[in-house]
């Protein structure tokens, strides 16, 4: 062992009066587990599928950044960048930080990647964890799961912005998720929305003294943010606040009407909800969010919107742009509540073998068995026939295949299926065939070998 790692406490011998210390994860972290990671899987297939399907690529990116580009990006003031990310020096004294979100760390990507060289618009999705140091509670986590896709490039045509609000319906159809609303909203541009954040800062202020003071503070750092608020006392006077939609500019109102009509010539039903404002200050025009079903106040699954200021911010030049991001954790709840994780997944075949030289024919069966795409359950040490058929139900293994010396003289062997106690001989040619074939029937996706 090396000196550094002595120091650190590596390899140490523990001290007799110490107390064993018992490791936990993390508060707002948490394990993944199988079965229930067969449903991430399920989901985060589904949308590759259905993004291919559109034309998006896939892209990876670093999990950690300069804190720079997330504080330029987001927004100094915002609570992400203010109060819930995770930054720390490095070793050379560069300030970084675990990523609370994927746009602007896309946005880097294009322009680092010359993509603006591609033919545009560029399409791409991520998928993977973000970090939040916020309160965690149903749905809420400090390290949750986004998927993310961006149109980068391009132009402010509404079509894009619809194909984009339609291309996330349409996933959330294909995983069978339950009361899906859409929620639209225009949010203005950098013409427009200023004389209106003023507007709206003018008569909060003169409510100031009936808010809370969350709001009280949010009137002079994010009067928009006023309007997200849920406390109860508060809505009413929210509600007699002016209305985003009676300041925008001539170019946001007519980009907003083709975002509604595009919408619905693709048959997306949508809300129109003048209250729907980003927390993120790169938004603009356009801006969208989607809840579901199951999910108590943490409902929200997908936030999106347009964001044309954010790669001038990053020292590109303007372009257009636009995305989303789905909270995958509160997509996999919901359709956890709503019934929709499969059902965990147990073995094919337990192969119980017996002596050596059923050994050498197991190893074997179960190398072929695997190749046909089944899943295999060979046990690494001899076991007595009762206790093989034992661990081959727990596993709920379907079938054991059984394998002594006379299946092993005989060539035959021996096929009991677990729920009915019945068995069959085979010969070791037809086996993966006729089990193959039993997979087909019970499982019609499983067709090909
Ligand atoms: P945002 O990046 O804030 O626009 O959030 C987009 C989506 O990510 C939200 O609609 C949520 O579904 C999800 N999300 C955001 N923060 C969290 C969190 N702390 N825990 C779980 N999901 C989250």
Redesign the pocket.
Known sequence: MSEAAAKKGFGEKPQPKEERRKFQAIKGTRDLLPPETALWHRVEQIAQEVFASYGFGEIRLPIFETTDLFARSIGLETDVVSKEMYSFEDRDETSISLRP?ATASVSRAYLENGMQQLPQPVKLYTIGPMF?R?RPQK????Q?Y?IDAEVLGGSDAPAIDAELIEMVMKFFERLGLEGVQLDINCIGDKKCRPIYVERLRAELRKVKDRLGPDSQRRIETNPLRVLDSKLENEQKLIEGMPHIAEHLCEECAENYRGVKKELELRGVKYRENWRLV???DYYSRATF?ITAKGLGSQN????GGRYDGLMELLGGPPTRATGF???E??LILSLQEAGKAPAPQGRDVYIAWMGEKAYATAIRAAENLRAAGLRIELPPAEQKFGKALGQADKLRARYALILGDNEVASGQWTLKTLATGEQIKLAESHLVDFLKGEKAKADPSHRSG
């Open positions: 979100e939040r916020e749905g809420r986590y400090r949750f986004q980003r927390g993120l969010e929200a699954v997908c936030g991001a789905i909270g954790d509160r």
